[in-house]
């Protein structure tokens, strides 16, 4: 048997706690990370600390440790109220701690007090570091500059299926007093927590499958605190959606703070609600546009139609008085050769009987073609004559519209109160201009 000097592990886990006791201070202030966080049923809250490398983000170091609930009761609603954050893990925090070593048990740490201002600082810290690094690599503007779709209407949404934000989306894009149709895919993520991050990127990944078939991508969630909304500061995440080929629209439905990914993003809207409210407007002003080219095309054809209305009365006038005379003088000429020919034929006739009367016949046939064919380009010029005839034209639903005598052409010279004479193929109308 050893005889060598042995202590128990009781006796050796005793003089560790009471080394520890006697050579540490009372307190130190720690910086680490809360990788684990739980609270039981006796208000008792258990943490593990961690810290990581900034270059390789492994482990360095970890810890236990506990925060009593007498002390927990106290520490809690002063941190969240001060920082607007949930203690919870992902964040960074300075605590007053006392080194502690049980046999049982071993090292821990006996959390005091928390300093609420350097986490507010180390999440600012963070989220700088991210847009600087954005704005180094070229990257920040890139979803900015593309160009907006002129009606985007298919849709793709990323966001908690169960997320009040999503029902609020939905509700108010499908029943547009409009009646606006869009068409849209839920790609669900994490909206929240250690997994968002991942979550988010790969619904991104899935939405770049069908690029040219979705016309802009949203990412919306219903609110919530600063830590909860931390991933949305997240490198990774705020680099895929500046690099994202289509535009990309965020309500992350909170005023207090801009996120990293609001920032990068093409447009950034309050809420879920909003980014609904946007789309419909983008419709809405679409709608106007048209509804005030169809005015403007509608003003310009009406007065097109009025210019040529003038231009047919003009012809019709000066055309009248030359057709008339033409007919005249058709009849003129076609009685002159028929007498000439009467004339010839009959003298004709006593020298060469015979052979006149077969003349004749020849003769006759072909002045009754003659005649015919005249009398066909007469029938024509008189149809002419007969289209150009001002009560005609007025017969097929023109008007003629006077002030004072004198044809109106243009609108705008009339005034209110002004008196109109209005002629119709049958009857005229008095009017007084109202507008």
């Given at each position: 048997?050893?005889?060598?000097?042995?202590?128990?592990?009781?006796?050796?886990?005793?003089?560790?706690?009471?080394?520890?006791?006697?050579?540490?201070?009372?307190?130190?202030?720690?910086?680490?990370?809360?990788?684990?966080?739980?609270?039981?049923?006796?208000?008792?809250?258990?943490?593990?600390?961690?810290?990581?490398?900034?270059?390789?983000?492994?482990?360095?170091?970890?810890?236990?440790?506990?925060?009593?609930?007498?002390?927990?009761?106290?520490?809690q609603?002063?941190?969240?109220?001060?920082?607007?954050?949930?203690?919870?893990?992902?964040?960074?925090?300075?605590?007053?701690?006392?080194?502690?070593?049980?046999?049982?048990?071993?090292?821990?740490?006996?959390?005091?007090?928390?300093?609420?201002?350097?986490?507010?600082?180390?999440?600012?810290?963070?989220?700088?570091?991210?847009?600087?690094?954005?704005?180094?690599?070229?990257?920040?503007?890139?979803?900015?500059?593309?160009?907006?779709?002129?009606?985007?209407?298919?849709?793709?949404?990323?966001?908690?299926?169960?997320?009040?934000?999503?029902?609020?989306?939905?509700?108010?894009?499908?029943?547009?007093?409009?009646?606006?149709?869009?068409?849209?895919?839920?790609?669900?993520?994490?909206?929240?927590?250690?997994?968002?991050?991942?979550?988010?990127?790969?619904?991104?990944?899935?939405?770049?499958?069908?690029?040219?078939?979705?016309?802009?991508?949203?990412?919306?969630?219903?609110?919530?605190?600063?830590?909860?909304?931390?991933?949305?500061?997240?490198?990774?995440l705020?680099?895929?959606?500046?690099?994202?080929?289509?535009?990309?629209?965020?309500?992350?439905?909170?005023?207090?703070?801009?996120?990293?990914?609001?920032?990068?993003?093409?447009?950034?809207?309050?809420?879920?609600?909003?980014?609904?409210?946007?789309?419909?407007s983008?419709?809405?002003?679409?709608?106007?546009?048209?509804?005030?080219?169809?005015?403007?095309?509608?003003?310009?054809?009406?007065?097109?139609?009025?210019r040529?209305?003038?231009?047919?009365?003009?012809?019709?006038?000066?055309?009248?008085?030359?057709?008339?005379?033409?007919?005249?003088?058709?009849?003129n000429?076609?009685?002159?050769?028929?007498?000439?020919?009467?004339?010839?034929?009959?003298?004709?006739?006593?020298?060469?009987?015979?052979?006149l009367?077969?003349?004749?016949?020849?003769?006759?046939?072909?002045?009754?073609?003659?005649?015919?064919?005249?009398?066909?380009r007469?029938?024509?010029?008189?149809?002419?004559?007969?289209?150009?005839?001002?009560?005609?034209?007025?017969?097929?639903?023109y008007?003629?519209?006077?002030?004072?005598?004198?044809?109106?052409?243009?609108?705008?010279?009339?005034?209110?109160?002004d008196?109109?004479?209005?002629?119709?193929?049958?009857?005229?109308?008095?009017?007084?201009?109202?507008?």
């Amino acid at each position: 048997m050893d005889t060598k000097k042995h202590i128990s592990l009781y006796e050796l886990n005793q003089e560790v706690k009471k080394t520890l006791k006697n050579n540490l201070p009372e307190y130190y202030w720690v910086i680490g990370e809360i990788s684990e966080i739980k609270v039981n049923n006796s208000g008792h809250c258990y943490l593990e600390l961690v810290e990581k490398d900034e270059l390789t983000d492994s482990l360095r170091a970890k810890a236990r440790a506990i925060i009593w609930s007498s002390t927990f009761r106290m520490l809690q609603p002063y941190f969240e109220t001060t920082t607007n954050i949930k203690l919870t893990k992902g964040i960074k925090v300075l605590v007053k701690a006392i080194a502690e070593f049980h046999e049982l048990y071993g090292f821990s740490l006996n959390i005091i007090d928390i300093e609420p201002d350097y986490t507010i600082g180390e999440l600012a810290r963070t989220k700088q570091e991210t847009i600087k690094r954005l704005v180094k690599e070229g990257v920040i503007e890139m979803n900015k500059s593309l160009p907006f779709p002129l009606l985007p209407q298919k849709i793709a949404v990323i966001s908690s299926a169960t997320a009040a934000g999503y029902g609020d989306f939905m509700n108010h894009i499908q029943n547009n007093p409009y009646n606006y149709k869009f068409y849209i895919r839920l790609f669900p993520a994490f909206m929240q927590g250690e997994e968002a991050e991942t979550s988010i990127v790969e619904a991104l990944d899935k939405i770049y499958k069908y690029e040219d078939f979705f016309d802009i991508v949203v990412i919306i969630r219903g609110g919530g605190s600063q830590a909860d909304l931390s991933c949305f500061n997240n490198y990774w995440l705020s680099y895929n959606v500046a690099q994202f080929p289509l535009p990309v629209l965020t309500g992350i439905g909170h005023e207090q703070d801009e996120s990293v990914v609001d920032i990068v993003a093409h447009t950034k809207l309050k809420t879920p609600t909003a980014v609904a409210e946007f789309l419909i407007s983008v419709f809405q002003e679409n709608e106007n546009y048209i509804n005030d080219l169809n005015s403007r095309i509608t003003d310009i054809c009406l007065e097109k139609v009025g210019r040529e209305n003038e231009k047919i009365s003009k012809y019709a006038l000066l055309l009248t008085p030359v057709v008339t005379e033409r007919i005249s003088n058709n009849y003129n000429t076609i009685n002159l050769i028929s007498q000439k020919i009467r004339s010839s034929c009959r003298e004709y006739a006593v020298k060469n009987s015979q052979w006149l009367l077969l003349l004749n016949r020849n003769l006759k046939n072909h002045c009754i073609k003659y005649i015919s064919d005249s009398y066909y380009r007469l029938e024509i010029l008189d149809k002419k004559r007969h289209y150009l005839d001002p009560k005609n034209i007025l017969k097929r639903g023109y008007s003629i519209t006077l002030h004072n005598g004198k044809n109106i052409k243009e609108a705008y010279k009339l005034k209110n109160e002004d008196l109109i004479d209005t002629i119709l193929y049958k009857g005229r109308i008095k009017s007084k201009v109202t507008k």
